[in-house]
């Protein structure tokens, strides 16, 4: 292979590892900003049933649980996990638990994105599931974590780029009763899962055709 034609491929390539290493350093920015920004907001945990509109709909502002915060983070940076859990629910209903944990038989689109374990499927699904240690620095900011609660209940947070001054652990941003705020709880409670999931437009890599 000529040499100018090699020096093209690597520089080519190296355009493309550079590009990806931009959009990774651009999702983790923006959802984290989004994250902290819900931990400015007044809500009261409220877990209630509610007809929301579809698609991008949301409970009150005022209220929300756990969920709510990952959502409204998502839903900042461009991402509706209330479609995106839908129409995935939709195609493949049997790889969720809804019938194993709530007995239903199809979906609902006013509350499926809003139950952790649908959650926890969704981003296994169409991000990646990583694993679950006990080292703080295994843990990035834009990761998303699951616990479980005494008396078996889910909750989730993501990971902030804030440290504990105290434990050096990343604070997490978490609604888990007291409204959203940024906790030092990543090794609070008994973690379930650790994600991250990157909405398809951090995924465009604009690649030249080789001339």
Not at 20 to 46: C, G, M, P, W
Request: one cysteine or more; aromatic letters at 10%.
């Amino acid at each position: 292979m000529p040499f100018d034609k090699t020096m093209k491929k690597l520089i080519l390539l190296t355009s493309i590892l550079l590009s990806q290493n931009a959009i990774s350093q651009n999702f983790t920015s923006d959802i984290v900003l989004a994250a902290i920004e819900r931990t400015k907001h007044e809500v009261r945990y409220d877990g209630a049933y509610f007809s929301i509109p579809y698609p991008n709909g949301d409970v009150p502002a005022n209220i929300g649980v756990c969920t709510d915060l990952v959502i409204r983070s998502y839903r900042a940076i461009g991402a509706d996990l209330q479609t995106l859990v839908h129409e995935d629910m939709m195609a493949n209903f049997g790889l969720y638990p809804s019938e194993r944990i709530w007995s239903l038989t199809s979906t609902d689109r006013n509350i499926d994105h809003r139950r952790v374990p649908n959650l926890q499927v969704f981003f296994t699904r169409h991000g990646e599931s990583l694993p679950i240690t006990t080292k703080k620095h295994d843990y990035a900011p834009g990761d998303l974590v699951t616990w479980m609660l005494p008396g078996n209940r889910p909750h989730i947070g993501i990971i902030t780029n804030q440290i504990s001054p105290k434990t050096r652990n990343p604070l997490v941003a978490h609604n888990i009763g007291f409204g959203p705020k940024l906790d030092d709880a990543l090794f609070t409670y008994p973690i379930s899962g650790h994600y991250r999931y990157v909405p398809k437009k951090y995924h465009s890599i604009p690649v030249q055709a080789e001339p």
